[in-house]
């Protein structure tokens, strides 16, 4: 299985901020990398798939980038319906892994 | 817009099995991958595996001795067996669809809790 390390597991950043999450797996992925955000009680929605391609719908203010193994997933600048968890999840091999999950707080 | 509802019982008994169904609103099934997620609560997303509109599937090996999943695409649904479960098999279970290899799980489901226990 492709391992799937995000960091960091928690954030505390304010309205306005610029945050960046980090996604590293365990072999090359190329660029089948996606991130997810959850809120409480609800479905992930998908925010980027293919490391950098924004889903339809999604704020321009989310952005990714990276290939191989490294990705980043940041947010700039940081609204209230921002905090949430966010998941990367690879699609490049069964099983399809997600990352354990960054948990974005308000500070 | 396509939309995705997860269907079945909330409490199963160790050792039976979890039946889940999904219905698909506002889209075709074809040329898509039906999939199925869990979340145990508090915890991360486990991919469970998925089914072909074809019928075929693909399961995640962890899983692959105790999952079964079928589509009936007359009825635009598709369905989830997972057998001998045990409390560990507690959480709520997403269904999903991603459109060929490599892409994206686009649309989920709201998602239904299934809790095991006696």
């Known amino acids: 299985d492709i391992q799937m390390t995000q960091s960091p597991s928690s954030l505390s950043a304010s309205v306005g901020d610029r945050v960046t999450i980090t996604c590293r797996t365990s072999q090359s992925i190329s660029s089948y990398l996606n991130w997810h955000q959850q809120k409480p009680g609800k479905a992930p929605n998908l925010l980027i798939y293919a ?10 203010r989310f952005s990714g980038s990276g290939s191989g193994t ?13 905090f949430a968890t966010y998941y990367c999840q690879q699609s490049y091999s069964n099983p399809y892994t997600f990352g354990q999950g960054t948990k974005l707080e308000i500070k | 817009q396509v939309q995705l509802q997860e269907s079945g019982p909330g409490l199963v008994k160790p050792s039976e099995t979890l039946s889940l169904t ?3 609103s506002g889209g075709s099934m074809s040329t898509y991958y039906w999939n199925w997620i869990r979340q145990p609560p508090g915890k991360g997303l486990e991919w469970i595996g998925y089914v072909y509109y074809t019928g075929s599937t693909n399961y995640n090996p962890s899983l692959k001795s105790r999952v079964n999943m079928s589509v009936d695409t007359s009825k635009k649904q598709f369905s989830l ?3 001998s479960v045990t409390a560990a098999d507690t959480a709520v279970y997403y269904c999903a669809r991603f459109r060929g290899g490599g ?16």
Do not use: H, M
């Not at chain 2, 892409?103 to 006696?118: A, C, H, I, N």
């Open chain 2, 103 to 118: 892409d994206p799980l686009d649309y989920w489901g709201q998602g239904t809790l299934v809790t095991v226990s006696s």
């Open chain 2, 22 to 24: 999904c219905t698909v």
């Open chain 2, 81 to 83: 067996k997972l057998r």
């Open chain 1, 51 to 60: 490391a950098s391609s924004l889903q339809s719908g999604v704020p321009s």
């Open chain 1, 70 to 82: 490294d990705f980043t997933l940041t947010i700039s600048p940081l609204q209230p319906e921002d």
